[in-house]
């Protein structure tokens, strides 16, 4: 009786941990600019891309992050330099000449998971718009920050690889839920050996541990 009444309560309050800690999701993609398969007309101040929630910044210095601009022959564009604000991440606009491009980009999302994914566009300029130098090797804003090339992604959005990071919440639901196990393990001990130790009407004692009374 002893036992099934503990892993009775093991199972109640183990559900009440993977319901105190649910999966999170990924960051996905919500706007861009440029947009995928967009063409276009006129240089905008910075390349971007917005997500669904704030992204993850610890280090406050883009590591992690990335935003590359790269033509058909191979060459990339900007100097690799990131921001990172809330749920968006932005980079200085350089491109060469007309023609198609594809924006690589990797975030750190809010769960503190990497994801990357890449899309294409059209740089088809209506004016006289100088064309920016384009380099072999992908920029790495000075050799600090930014600039590493996104994984190639699996899928559209597609996880790349965990980070070291967890988020603080998620440790203390988790820590929280463990405490509420432990305690409901403990309740019931205390409880069921209290009605074991409770004298029964006839002036013994309820006691499902002691023997059969003697002849």
């Given at each position: 009786m002893l036992r099934a009444a503990a892993i009775a309560a093991l199972v109640a309050a183990g559900s009440v941990l993977v319901l105190a800690a649910p999966a999170q999701a990924h960051n996905y993609l919500v706007e861009s600019t440029p947009?995928?398969?967009?063409?276009?007309?006129e240089l905008p101040a910075n390349f971007e891309i917005t997500t669904n929630e704030a992204l993850l910044d610890l280090g406050g210095d883009g590591s992690g992050f990335a935003l590359q601009v790269r033509d058909a022959d191979g060459l990339y564009?900007?100097?690799?330099?990131?921001?990172?604000?809330?749920?968006?991440m932005s980079t200085p606009a350089a491109i060469g000449a007309a023609g198609k491009y594809t924006v690589l980009w990797q975030v750190v999302s809010a769960?503190?998971?990497?994801?990357?994914?890449?899309?294409?566009?059209?740089?088809?300029?209506?004016?006289?718009?100088?064309?920016?130098?384009?380099?072999?090797?992908a920029p790495n804003c000075g050799g600090t920050t930014g600039g590493s090339a996104p994984a190639a992604p699996?899928?559209?959005?597609?996880?790349?690889k965990p980070t070291d990071t967890a988020n603080l919440s998620d440790v203390l639901t988790i820590g929280g839920a463990v405490v509420a196990v432990g305690l409901a393990i403990g309740i019931t001990l205390f409880v069921l050996g209290r009605?074991?130790?409770?004298?029964?009407?006839?002036?013994?004692?309820?006691?499902?541990?002691?023997?059969?009374?003697s002849e």
């Open positions: 947009a995928s398969g967009q063409s276009l007309t564009y900007g100097d690799g330099c990131i921001s990172v604000t809330n749920a968006t769960d503190g998971h990497t994801v990357s994914d890449e899309f294409p566009f059209t740089w088809a300029p209506t004016g006289d718009v100088p064309a920016s130098k384009g380099s072999a090797t699996a899928a559209s959005g597609t996880e790349v009605r074991r130790s409770t004298p029964a009407t006839d002036g013994t004692t309820n006691d499902s541990a002691a023997g059969p009374p």
